[in-house]
């Protein structure tokens, strides 16, 4: 880890790191809202810097990790950050919206101690999931039989689902699966996922803590 704070650092790295994966390409602006502790002691133990180096792609050992800002510089990430209250949350707490060419995300999460994380939120839909096994992600349009045949893809790629989450807008709108697995999905079962009319919205995100 580089980094005074697991908390503050190794943890708000992977929480940048999430945001990274899920966008899916190269990131051009990022607007990160810090909560509570995030805000208050955030500078001091290297938050902004490991937020941005985790929105660049850098794992939380990487060297570049504390010259992030000119990093991002040359990688032309602009980036803000601003003082939120998100609510009855950790207070180790950062909400990210980050934006590409042609792609955006927004993602929700802490950083819990430890460098462990949990993601609350992807897309302004509740999620539960920690990174730390391989994770897909879907947005759909709720509809009878879609976790069932999300599963049966899944189960026919070799894959065992860890754990499962599925929140929803309202019946028949806008739902977000997140489905921890024991090992990646191949790239043949994420494309036939993608390509499914009511599927609007596929991203796969690598195991991202050791052990």
Known sequence: ??????????????????????????????????????????????????LVAGLLGY??????????FEEAQAAELDFEFRTVDLGDVHPNTAHIELHGEGQQVTVQGSSTGGG?????AVQGLGTNFSAASPTILLRYTD??????RIAST???????????????????????????????????????????????WVRPLPKLMDG
């Open 143 to 148: 509809a009878v039989g879609m976790i069932a």
């Open 59 to 68: 794992a939380p050992d990487d060297a570049r990790l504390p010259r992030a």
């Open 1 to 50: 880890m580089i980094g005074p704070s697991s908390s503050h650092t190794a943890g708000a790295c992977r929480l940048g790191l999430v945001a990274h994966h899920l966008l899916g390409e190269a990131p051009r602006h990022a607007t990160i809202g810090l909560h509570a502790s995030f805000a208050k002691t955030g500078r001091g133990h290297g938050t902004h810097l490991a």
């Open 116 to 120: 462990v994380i949990l993601v609350t």
């Open 154 to 200: 899944i189960a026919a790629d070799g894959v065992n689902i860890a754990a499962l989450t599925c929140t929803r807008q309202t019946r028949g709108g806008q739902a977000l699966l997140s489905i921890e697995l024991d090992a990646p999905l191949s790239p043949q079962a994420l494309a036939f996922l993608a390509h499914w009319p009511d599927t609007n």
